[in-house]
């Protein structure tokens, strides 16, 4: 990990966002057991904070995301952290009223596109916003995440297809953590890295250590760079999913603990903190109170989210906030 091509400042604000998003996810993980959460699947990132944060600070002022379920600290650096807690519990303060929970949640003022419940949906459409951006002609590229067992989905073969014939200005991000929900890679596709998939569809594509948020930044601000130039480009993510594939799953499935126990002793937030703190950028001190000052924000987000109201029925089956035409054709 070099950390001299970044300023103090970006050090710091990285680790930060790295921790907030570590440290939320706590607060989830202790309100679960208390019946304090909506009810639904919980998709944990903890452990993999890292490859959200290098994206998000790669990202140029006209670019787009499409982040998938297990991105919570992208979603928090990049929106106001109450009013993503309140789309989480269901409140009409949310960012979607309260209908988008994590699946479906997206801010366009922010770059922010929906992803989609159903896996692999979201390539054909993250493609026609690259080639949106093309055709109008106006600056930036998409971002197209998924994990790997969404890759073998046939949308995403026809999206890389299409995405390198069009050249359009796309990086498709795949976090491989080896787990499609329960199903091994080993049992999902014969190749060893998913970026060899790139050499089919005539693009470029690069194989990164997830947990390494400097390398994940480096390798993103490069691949960002060729699909501004028209060159699509995959950028595979290795990374260890350490808890289940939602909170509640057993994983009776796994065999590859030694592997999780080898991730959490070489932890992505550690990692850092072992180099900011050789490189005399923060003090053990200084972490425990920023460490601190984070974990208030995250309990002020939830109360905040507690304190907002649930939508009525009326706008719970208002059309206008589903279609941009309602049935019988009338416009908004």
Known sequence: ????????????????QMAFGRIYQE?????LPQGK????FCHMSIGI??????????????DYVLPHHRQHALLLARLDPKLFTAELFGRTTGYGRGKSYEFHLSSPERKLLPNGAILGSHGPYSVGVALALKLDKKPGAVISCCGEGTTSE????????????????IVFVFENNNWAISQPASRQFAIKDIASRAAAYGMP????DGHDVIAVRHAMEKAL??????????????????RGHFEGDMQKYRDDQETVHESVKNDCILRLER????EGIMTETEIKELKARLRVQAEEAFAFAESQPLPDEAETLDPHQVYATVPGGAAL
């Not at 607060?27 to 309100?31: A, N």
């Not at 600070?57 to 006209?62: I, Y």
């Not at 046939?154 to 200005?169: Q, Y």
């Open 1 to 16: 990990m070099d950390m001299i091509d970044y300023p103090k400042n970006e050090i710091i604000k990285m680790y930060a």
């Open 27 to 31: 607060v989830i993980l202790e309100r």
């Open 37 to 40: 959460m909506t009810r639904g």
């Open 49 to 62: 904070e890292s490859y959200s944060i290098g994206i998000l600070n790669a990202m140029g002022p006209d």
């Open 154 to 169: 046939g949308n995403m073969h026809e999206s890389m297809n299409l995405a390198s014939v069009l050249k359009v200005p």
């Open 205 to 208: 594509g690069v194989i990164v």
């Open 225 to 242: 760079e060729l699909a501004r130039q028209g060159i699509p480009n995959v950028v595979e993510l290795k990374t260890v999913r350490r």
């Open 275 to 278: 180099k900011m703190a050789k």
